[in-house]
C-alpha cells in the first residue's frame, strides 16, 4: 500500500491527473497541468493507503486480509465466552476501527459523539455475505443481521427526498439544504410505481446518467444527516416487524433486517431512473464513503 504512487492509484481508478487551460501567453494553446477533481481524489487515497500500510507493517501484518482474518478469529472466542452471537461483529468492528485511520468514520456534534462506521460495517457484511454460505468457512462468519445500516451519502439523501427524513423545522441550514423536497407533488410521483424507461436508440442505450451533485455539505452537517438516516431505516424497520406481528404486510416483513433493507433501499436509489436523477449531497475531501 505504501509503494503505490499517485501515477499508479490513478490508473486503476481511470481518472486523470491533468486538466488543461489556456497558455498564458500563447493565444490557443493549451497547456496540461496536475490538478482538478481527479488528482484530489488520488491525493486521498494515497494518504488513507499510506496510513493504512504504515499500520500493517507495525503490526506485522502482510496485508489487511491477514488483521481482519485475526479481527474475525477475535469475534468468535467473543461470541463464544459471552454465549451472544451478535458479540462478534461487535469485537471486530471495535478492533479494525482502533487500528486503521480510515475505518475511524465518527464525530462529534454538539458535544454528541456519532458513530457512522459505513466502511467497517459494510466489510463485516460483506464478509458474511460472501463467505457465509461456505462449507467449511476459511474463517469464522460474524452474525450481522442486528448491524445498523451503512450510512453515506445516498441514504440520508433519498430519505429526505421520500418525505421519510424531514427537515422542514430542521436548522435554518438545515432546511434549506434540498429544496421542494418532500412535496406532495413530488412525493406522489416517487411513491407512484416506477416509470417505464423511454426508448433510447443508438450505441447509448439504455445507458444510466450520472447522479447530479446535491448540495455541498459541511463536515457537521454531513453527520447529522447520516446520523438521521441510521434512525429513520431503524424505525422503518421496527415498524415492519409491528405490522408483521399484527398480521399486515407481507410474510417476509417479519425477517427483514437493516442490512437486508440497506441494500434494497441502495439499489432502489441507483437502478430506478427517477429515483437515480434525484440530488445527494456533496461531502468535499472525504472518503469515509
Not at 129 to 147: D, M, V
Not at 197 to 213: E, F, L, Q, R
Request: hydrophobic share 45%; charged share 20%; net charge neutral.
Amino acid at each position: 500500500m505504501q509503494t503505490l504512487s499517485e501515477v499508479k492509484i490513478a490508473e486503476l481508478m481511470g481518472v486523470s491527473l491533468h486538466i488543461e487551460r489556456p497558455h498564458e501567453s500563447i493565444p490557443g494553446l493549451t497547456v496540461g497541468q496536475i490538478g482538478g477533481p481527479g488528482w484530489e481524489v488520488v491525493q486521498l487515497l494515497k494518504k488513507l493507503l499510506d496510513e493504512t500500510g504504515k499500520v500493517l507493517v507495525s503490526g506485522g501484518y502482510p496485508n489487511l486480509g491477514t488483521l481482519v482474518a485475526e479481527a474475525l478469529k477475535e469475534g468468535e472466542k467473543a461470541s463464544r465466552d459471552k454465549g451472544d452471537p451478535t458479540a462478534a461483529a461487535e469485537v471486530v468492528l471495535e478492533r479494525l476501527v482502533r487500528a486503521i485511520p480510515g475505518f475511524r468514520d465518527m464525530a462529534v456534534i454538539n458535544d454528541q459523539p456519532v458513530y457512522c462506521f459505513k466502511k467497517a460495517l459494510f466489510l463485516i457484511n460483506g464478509v458474511n455475505i460472501r463467505f457465509g454460505e461456505k462449507a467449511p468457512s476459511p474463517f469464522p462468519i460474524p452474525q450481522t443481521s442486528h448491524l445498523p445500516v451503512f450510512t453515506d451519502n445516498v441514504l440520508p439523501s433519498i430519505l429526505i427526498h421520500l418525505g421519510v427524513i424531514d427537515l422542514s423545522t430542521a436548522a435554518p441550514a438545515l432546511a434549506a439544504l434540498f429544496p421542494g423536497a418532500g412535496a406532495d407533488a413530488t412525493l406522489s410521483a416517487l411513491l407512484a410505481a416506477a416509470p417505464e424507461p423511454a426508448p433510447s436508440p443508438g450505441p447509448t442505450a439504455g445507458a444510466k446518467k450520472v447522479p447530479v451533485d446535491g448540495p455541498v455539505l459541511t463536515h457537521a452537517q454531513s453527520y447529522v444527516l447520516r446520523a438521521a438516516a441510521i434512525e429513520a431505516c431503524e424505525r422503518i424497520i421496527a415498524h415492519a416487524r409491528v405490522m408483521s406481528a399484527m398480521g399486515r404486510g407481507e410474510s417476509w416483513l417479519k425477517d427483514i433486517t437493516l442490512p437486508d433493507f440497506d441494500t434494497w433501499l441502495w439499489a432502489v436509489a441507483k437502478d430506478r431512473a427517477d429515483y437515480r436523477a434525484l440530488p445527494r449531497f456533496v461531502l468535499r475531501n472525504a472518503l469515509f464513503f
